[in-house]
């Protein structure tokens, strides 16, 4: 009884290695399983069982293709763009003089452009990022906002690997700069 046993595993083990099953598609699993099971005690699936299971699996094999081909022919601004994407908090000093203030900012990518919304003390700023030098190890993040500022934000990680940002922000008035700080808020959920 063990040896059947044995050589049951190891003909499932065969099959998985000659037609992979998606470990993200269970029903495409339950159909193999189901398919191995009835081969195990001695009945032929069902062509419609085998149909089915050989459409599952095809699908998602191009659904991991798919997947992949995303990854491999992406640039390292949109890399970098998908990883700064997030809700942060925000410790800062006004341009031109010693006020601190806190606040939020939130990073979304809309197509292949940054927007950023700041938020401080129920005021909204709204403006554009950009990722400068993205495959140097010093890359930038330049905003500017329409209500008048600019920023250039150092790319940082903190221990845990969630960016930090961080960096002067000036009133395009001429007048001096301010200094800001992002922490990236974790509760966020991209």
Do not use: C, H
């Not at 398919?35 to 191009?62: C, L």
């Not at 990518?109 to 950009?130: F, H, P, S, T």
């Not at 010093?138 to 500017?144: E, F, R």
Request: charged share 25%; hydrophobic share 40%.
């Amino acid at each position: 009884m063990d040896v059947i046993r044995w050589i049951g595993v190891f003909a499932a083990v065969l099959m998985l290695q000659v037609s992979p099953v998606s470990a993200q598609d269970p029903a495409a699993q339950a159909a193999a399983l189901a398919a191995q099971q009835a081969r195990e005690q001695g009945q032929e699936p069902s062509p419609t069982a085998k149909a089915e299971a050989a459409a599952k699996d095809a699908q998602a094999r191009q659904a991991e293709e798919a997947a992949a081909a995303d990854v491999i022919y992406r640039t390292p601004r949109e890399v970098l763009q998908d990883a700064l994407v997030g809700t942060y908090y925000l410790v800062g000093q006004l341009p031109g003089g010693g006020i601190t203030y806190s606040g939020k900012v939130i990073l979304l990518r809309q197509g292949g452009r940054m927007a950023v919304v700041r938020r401080i003390g129920g005021e909204d700023l709204q403006g554009k990022a950009e990722v400068r030098d993205p495959e140097s190890p010093d890359p930038i993040l330049d905003v500017t906002f329409d209500q008048g500022y600019a920023m250039n934000y150092s790319i940082f990680r903190d221990m845990d690997g969630y960016p930090v940002l961080a960096g002067r922000i000036r009133s395009l008035d001429g007048s001096l700069p301010g200094y800001e700080t992002l922490f990236f808020d974790t509760q966020f959920k991209k």
